[in-house]
């Protein structure tokens, strides 16, 4: 009971019992791969209906080109120095992992691009409410790596937003214009002062920092940890020294 | 800035940095004492503006009688088994406690009584904003044991609530009723599920329980404690195969 702040003082109705946020990139395969790794931790968690997740917006390519031409294996081949078939060989493996989640990625038909558009199109979700910011979150991964459309375009963009229920004509306003631009850039702040390099980034209560796509066991035991960190078992602290009154009985300090 | 939780997250403007809860008395002597020393404590304390103080009700005698009639000396001899010489000889010391805190109590003088109706007050003060709370509750202290005034009485009450503001007709409306009656049972029912046993009774965020009126060094000790439980810095979770994307790279875990 102790624990449980919720239904206690005058403060703790504006307490959330744990936040945990999520910083990733639209176009970021272990980012997919992280995010159901966490669905699954999530789903199996006794708290989970106390956790509030929140995406955060980091573009892997700040730079990258509205679109880029060719496919993605040349574009990776070329970048970093690799055969075509090795770069081949990368993506079919990436394809595997995404696989082992019940993710049907081909990561070489892909259509990479910037993702600046795609980051504001979910702070404006999340200007709405928590369900619509995740929901335009997952829709955009699954839009990239699922359906294999170029989550760049202004018409894939206004589409994705469609099919979670934001209104058209404000999404056409914001990708005709630069609104939540400086909340994705403020996200990308937030992550490089919590010490993010790649992501998925993973902060629990900003108690709990964890790079990578972890597995779901890990991530289930990283809840927990950080579950009990903010919901300490309350310690008492006495002292000879201290008085109390009991009744109409005070005693004196021994 | 890691710590800093303020102007972080979507989350955390609803979160408040620290709270500390007291459960006491109008009429506990070791609670004005202990209010003096937390107030102390606090004053030195370096997120001293970061903190809110609750003050709780807790009923010393809840079947004490309206008013009591006779003084402090003989009704606690009486009571306890003392001589009227030992009941004042406790009482005079404890006075000089409370010198020691700049409170010029007279404590055979006092006149108790039920403070049921008093901590209904508190609540109705809280109902308008945390200073009237706080204000309505060290008037009361102050017109007990320094103006040595009767807190049982209906027009001592409306006199104290009208000092701190308090609507007069709101006022003897409460005092007609049973308004705020749940609310201070509430707190009673809170204070026993904590172990609280007598008053003055401290907990830190839900986090530390500090029965008693302990030193101001000690009392600061366990702010300082308590802040760093709930503002631990971040703890990074890393491992091997944990996999991440950085730019257009995605490593493949280990």
Known sequence: MVG???????????????????????????????????????????HASEVEVRWRSFELDPR??????GDMASHLAAKYGLSLEQAQRQLKHMDSMAAGEGLDMALADTKPGNTFAAHRLIHLGYSKDPETGAAIKEALLHAYFVDRVAVSEPEELARVAASVGLDPAEVADLLAGDRFGEQVRSDE????????????????????????????????????????????????ISAPTAAVCDGDACEMPT
């Open 4 to 46: 449980d702040r919720r239904n206690r003082s005058s403060a703790e109705v504006v307490r959330l019992d744990m936040l945990v946020e999520i910083w990733s990139d639209v176009v970021c395969p272990w980012c997919y791969i992280g995010k159901r790794r966490f669905e699954k931790a999530l789903g199996r968690f006794e």
């Open 64 to 69: 990258a080109p509205f679109r880029r031409s």
């Open 189 to 236: 702040r937030e992550a490089a002062e919590l010490g993010a390099t790649g992501v998925p980034f993973f902060v629990f209560d900003r108690s709990f920092a964890v790079p990578g796509a972890q597995d779901a066991d890990t991530l289930l035991a990283i809840l927990r940890r950080a579950w009990q960190r903010s919901h300490p078992t309350l310690e008492v």
